[in-house]
């Protein structure tokens, strides 16, 4: 794994990963993963095709396969291909070569819908939210519909999804791709999220899992989109965090009692994280319950302090996942469940 | 017929044009999902479990810009199915239906007509192995292509 440029993070930032990851080495391993781009991944389409199909015909490709996950045989890392002795063939070492750039975008079985392009960690939410046949889902932030379709892959196309976006141009993504999944059990909305919310309150339309995978700083994601760097800043984390909360806080009154909600987003700010999590157990106390739940990665407990601020105990069920465990991108999640 | 805001459900009348067009052409006996209908000709298939009254409800509060996903087109009364009808309707689809070889294959999946006799005339379902590849259109000579440009094979002789 070679070391990439990237553009120098802000000093504000370092300072604040310093203080999430106080051992030095942990610290250390966290800046050399965050250089190197990450692993090709991808989750097969289940309702097109079995792994073990995809596998043959990847592999006829040449490609070489992993498959990180074992209770998750449709989840495969593409390590590279086997080298052909082409001029211009990148090799990673002696008996693997680097994929085109775009290649695994182009393959004719990705245009045929029989795989999905994911980072890893992108297909934690909907793993802890295990959607099921027959069940209602309300995926607020669905673009550009990555976990829709895995959520449609698992709920075989029964029941129905309700998946929102905003925007025009990443509600063209979402539709394109929900297409080429052949998600047939999907209904496409255009409205913003906490409006939408208050509508299905105001009109009694409420569901058995909610997934809001926020709008985030996308801290996590530096590895596959180093321009986060020259993003970031501190108040775009404040005026994300208030969203989030509200967010969260009006797709919860949409749970049927009994329903479940992830909160999830791509970024290690505190602020959007733990402190959303410490915000929506207070508001909804009797209500609500944060629950624990398994995934196939290292997770490390929510936070129950950050400077001043004290989260209550139970927050230390939500997840952070971080890039140097995993070989990832870093993510964050929390599951709750509706009692009231 | 109901009409939501850009989309409207086809019942009756209008569901049978198609199953009926879908039964000639390819030998679809069974077929199920609603069937909605956006634009003149553009047909959705959705497969969830909102009816019609749960559509109505939901279009008051939101914009719905779409229910499912692409099925086909209309034309003059026959159905030119999509990659994912054809994917879709895979088990049901008995007859029409021409086999491509490796070659043909690429060719047909860089977005390129064919130049093949099949004896067929109108719309037939392309495959090659067990992968339905959408339909093309047949005349004497050639199998016209409509593979959308987004899901096109890279033309590298072009790219030269």
Known sequence: ?340 | MTTIENIKILKGKERKEILDSIKTQFGIEKFNGTLLQRGKERIFLYEGNFDEEDLKKLEKITFIERAGIYLGKLEDHKMRLSIEGSQILKNEIKKNIVELDDQEKEIWMMGHEILKKTGLNGFIIMKYKEDLLGTGKASEEKITNFIPKSRRLRDRSIEK
């Not at chain 1, 097109?48 to 006829?60: R, W």
């Not at chain 1, 929102?164 to 791709?177: D, K, P, Q, T, V």
């Not at chain 1, 602020?271 to 106390?285: A, D, K, R, S, Y």
Request: proline fraction near 5%; hydrophobic fraction near 35%; include cysteine.
């Open chain 1, 1 to 340: 794994m070679k070391e990439r440029k990237i553009p120098e993070p802000k000093p504000l930032f370092v300072e604040r990963i310093k203080k999430l990851l106080t051992e030095k080495e942990d610290l250390e391993e966290y800046w050399k993963i965050v250089k190197i781009e990450p692993v090709n991944s991808i989750r097969v389409n289940t309702l097109k095709i079995t792994p073990k199909k995809l596998k043959e015909k990847l592999e006829s490709y040449g490609w070489v396969l992993n498959f990180p996950w074992k209770d998750h045989p449709e989840i495969f890392v593409v390590l590279g291909k086997n080298p052909t002795g082409k001029e211009n063939e990148i090799l990673i070492n002696e008996s693997l070569s680097k994929l085109e750039p775009g290649e695994l975008g182009r393959s004719l079985e990705h245009l045929l819908g029989y795989y999905y392009i994911q980072e890893l960690s992108s297909m934690l939410p909907i793993i802890a939210l295990d959607p099921k046949e027959k069940e209602s889902h309300l995926d607020l932030c669905a673009s550009p519909g990555s976990k829709t379709t895995q959520a449609g892959a698992k709920m075989k196309n029964t029941g129905n999804i309700i998946a929102n976006e905003i925007s025009m141009g990443r509600m063209r993504i979402l539709a394109s791709n929900l297409e080429r999944c052949g998600i047939t059990n999907t209904i496409i909305t255009k409205k913003e999220g906490r409006d939408l919310c208050k509508n299905f309150e105001n009109e009694n339309i409420k569901f058995d899992k909610i997934l809001v995978d926020a709008p985030c700083s996308g801290e996590g994601t530096l590895r596959s989109s180093p321009k986060t760097y020259l993003m970031w800043n501190l108040n775009s984390i404040k005026s994300l965090s208030k969203l989030q909360k509200q967010l969260l806080k009006n797709a919860f009154l949409n749970l049927k009692i009994g329903g479940e909600i992830v909160y999830s987003t791509c970024t290690h700010a505190p602020e959007e994280n733990e402190e959303v999590v410490n915000f929506i157990l207070n508001e909804f106390e009797d209500q609500i319950e944060i629950i624990d739940f398994k995934l196939p990665v290292k997770t490390r407990p929510g936070l129950t302090k950050w400077g001043e601020k004290i989260f209550k105990e139970k927050v230390k069920l939500s997840k952070r996942v971080y890039p140097q465990d995993n070989n990832t991108e870093g993510f964050f999640l929390a599951k709750f469940r509706r009692i009231k």
